[in-house]
Nanobody, 123 residues
Framework: QVQLVESGGGLVQAGQSLRLSCAASGRILKINTMGWYRQAPGNQREFIAG???????NYADSVKGRFTVSRDNAKNTVYLQMNSLKPEDTAVYYC?????????????????WGQGTQVTVSS
């Protein structure tokens, strides 16, 4: 059983920073891509940032220059450093991992989600 556990959400004022963490645990052969999504009330879940096994990153335009995604492969953990936060960044943030499982064919990838962590930015 693979689990993703997020931490680091909270309430901050506009302009401040937060750092989210997401640790994957369980029987994992390799984590290919890890990323972050968010969902605000009344909105669909949207992609924020991703990082692959070669540490290549990509970001949504709305967070470029403010958010930084990183990973620690030894800890199966992905981070999201969020700077210059804005009220419109308020949402539930979810981490995501696309990974390979022991015993599965090499071409098989499985997607897992964390439970979400609330980020609230006040003006």
């Amino acid at each position: 059983q693979v689990q993703l556990v997020e931490s680091g959400g909270g309430l901050v004022q506009a302009g401040q920073s937060l750092r989210l963490s997401c640790a994957a645990s369980g029987r994992i052969l390799k984590i290919n891509t890890m990323g972050w999504y968010r969902q605000a009330p009344g909105n669909q879940r949207e992609f924020i940032a991703g990082i692959n096994s070669e540490y290549n990153t990509n970001y949504a335009d709305s967070v470029k220059g403010r958010f930084t995604v990183s990973r620690d492969n030894a800890k199966n953990t992905v981070y999201l450093q969020m700077n210059s936060l804005k009220p419109e960044d308020t949402a539930v943030y979810y981490c995501n991992a696309v990974l390979r499982l022991p015993g599965a064919p090499p071409s098989y990838e499985y997607t897992y989600w964390g439970q979400g962590t609330q980020v609230t930015v006040s003006s």
